[in-house]
């Protein structure tokens, strides 16, 4: 039986030592109420909270988790390495094998630097454009997430003006509002930001157009200005290199995170040869970056994402569920909005302006075992097989059964509210 | 018998793939070329080279090696963790308990906020500082590093000046050019940053003044801006809780990370209730920052810190290396210049104004087993015991007589006078 009894104590306890409890992207404080936040266990494509109930993740700790929890060749790399030495006065041997793996696995890329967080690559792509040719002006389309910096920071508190007067925003997907940012500043365009696909909270989901993708690269050919794929968040989930490979366009930097180590903390720049002079000259660092451990986790993984069919199964897993969801939510009266790919499926509900219908749903899936989130794209690993996803399907139909007889009492979230009227 | 021919081809490898071969605080490109840049193994005090040469290793990681290496107990902690979960869809429970151990920890600690890399502390601290009463002036003191953001990093390369626009630099330890920034800005100050010690790198080291000290908390109360010690670096080296402490002053915010885990990734923002406020309200996160295994690696380390004599065993192990060190230079006809406190010595050579005494010596170490760092101030762990220090002194006498024969012929890094001429 599902109870929350210890995650409300934890919640508690939480509140006195942590600002809010909890903050940044994995606070529940805009889930329903009914949402853990601690977890005491995972493995597979599973979560445990603090109070035993388990659940199939969707969310698959946002982005990183694309094999499977303890999936054992990851892990095994790991612990090897963890054994011999993790953060030494030098990085190990293997950053070389790391730097050499990605370079040949990345189209566009021929070097390689390594971080920590996702914010640390952008970051540092947004340094180097602004080094390449001593320039200013970043563009960044509007809405995008691109980290939780001053510059990036969706929310204003403690940020200043200063932060962003160099950042111009234009319409993603829009050629014509690119165009016009790059006349208006001509000639002091350092880079242009671009989200792969646009895979924002709150609303549907896309990919991009392909006049978009191509118009954005010679753009920055002709005003020698540098393209950047923040791929941080669909890198490796969408193709086996840079998100926009498919579709023919090569960046000159990328950033990568989240999956490329299986949960281990690491993040990537990876850059053409166009951009090394100008990743040389800027000073960078920090101090985990050169830990070895999460090294042999990504050259591991690297090597799984070469050799194993994991793409073609989690697209597969993602449209199983997201046919299922489409077949059961008919049959239960209901109407989802399914967007972006179906490997990052966002899953809305169709007229639901204040998300009540989809809180309401994703409290009766919790209930039953399944972790869907109500308005972030949702993740599949490896380890979301056949079996799993019956056992979701089977949890989510009855979750809309049950829906039917609460949907007209369900309220929207306030704490939601509060967030949507700013 | 030392050799390095798998270091130098590693290097030539990096060179291709790596900008620079290698970047940040960890990059040898300054140090003398036999300084291997890449290692393979760590055990308590020491380290091995790709070329399996072992050395006492002095740097510690540059401060996050403080028990030693694979320490049992912490390692342990880690490994039960890692085999329930660490990156999760929400942070474990033991997330809770870390911050209580915090907030119990340090005096001024009311709540914690976890993160990745110093920089992330930095920022955050400076976010804080800004969201706290709406207002952009940071004091920072001339020379001090705060990490490696646009706003702090230590290179112009890609920087803009909108990036510091808010920055005002004072004297550190000179109160009235403190009490000066404050007139001048006077109702603009947001936040004091201030280095608990000076621990730059190529010059002396040195202890605060008491007097500037109470200085700058007394205008930071007087001016209701928050006072932020930035003990990356310093944190549970120099105290049991923040390194002003001892002094009998309380910061407002503290930046801790390196040491706090034992080499595992994980910093902190320590914040009192009356910045409790302004933290609730900013947004920061990060991919990894809620990943459970640092955490319970940092607990372990907490733990270790409360029960055991590491404090007094590394301050020993500092004190009887700089004796022994001063007095081998004298018998050998140098002198030493070693500042700062000796659990984090800066040991530099008189007179050595282009520091080509000091690189010689550090080769003539390194090739006998002991990994000292020619321009950055040095690290002690409790590994660092008396065997180990009675080998470390028994290589450093045969590189101080080793060092009467070659510091006739001995040159200026050429690298590091490109640096220094800027």
């Not at 109930?53 to 982005?63: K, L, Q, R, T």
């Not at 109500?374 to 599949?380: A, C, E, G, L, R």
Request: proline fraction near 5%.
């Amino acid at each position: 039986m599902w109870s929350n009894t210890k995650g409300r104590e934890l919640k508690e306890r939480a509140l006195r030592v942590i600002p809010n409890g909890m903050y940044g992207h994995e606070s529940t404080r805009l889930l329903p109420e009914e949402f853990p936040q601690f977890f005491s266990q995972a493995e597979g494509a599973k979560i445990w909270d603090a109070d035993g109930n388990s659940y199939v993740d969707f969310v698959c700790a946002y982005g990183p988790n694309l094999f499977g929890h303890g999936y054992a060749p990851i892990e095994e790399a790991a612990r090897r390495q963890q054994m011999l030495g993790d953060t030494m006065t030098g990085p190990s041997e293997i950053m070389v094998d790391l730097a050499e793996a990605f370079v040949s696995q990345v189209a566009h890329a021929d070097w390689a630097m390594f971080c920590k967080n996702g914010t640390d690559a952008t970051t540092m792509a947004m340094t180097v454009a602004r080094a390449h040719r001593n320039r200013k002006i970043i563009l960044y389309a509007k809405g995008t997430y691109h980290g939780a910096a001053p510059w990036c920071t969706p929310r204003p508190a403690g940020i200043i003006p200063e932060d962003r007067a160099a950042i111009v925003y234009y319409e993603y997907n829009d050629p014509e509002s690119l165009a016009d940012a790059f006349k208006q500043y001509d000639g002091q365009v350092a880079g242009v930001f671009a989200t792969p696909i646009r895979h924002e909270v709150f609303i549907d989901n896309f990919e991009p157009d392909l006049k978009y993708v191509q118009t954005a690269r010679r753009l920055c050919d002709e005003n020698d200005a540098l393209l950047i794929v923040d791929d941080v968040r669909a890198g490796f989930r969408l193709a086996r290199g840079c998100s926009w490979e498919p579709l023919g366009v090569l960046p000159d930097l990328a950033c990568f995170g989240k999956a490329i180590a299986n949960g281990y903390p690491i993040s990537a720049l990876l850059g053409s040869d166009k951009a090394r002079a100008a990743a040389q000259e800027i000073f960078v660092t920090g101090s985990f970056w050169f830990s070895a451990t999460p090294m042999a986790a990504a050259i591991e993984t690297l090597h799984q994402i070469r050799t194993t069919d994991y793409l073609e199964k989690t697209k597969e897993a993602g449209a199983a569920l997201r046919a299922g969801l489409d077949q059961q939510a008919a049959a239960h009266g209901f109407q989802l909005r399914q967007t972006g790919p179906a490997e990052m499926p966002q899953i809305l509900f169709a007229e639901d302006p204040d998300f009540r219908i989809g809180y309401a749903w994703s409290v009766e899936c919790l209930k039953r075992g399944v972790y869907l989130h109500p308005y972030h794209n949702q993740f599949m690993s490896l380890a979301h097989d056949e079996r799993i996803i019956a056992e979701t399907l089977a949890a989510t139909d009855l979750a809309f059964e049950a829906l039917k007889g609460t949907v007209g009492s369900a309220e929207p979230n306030p704490n939601l509210m509060k967030l949507l009227a700013h």
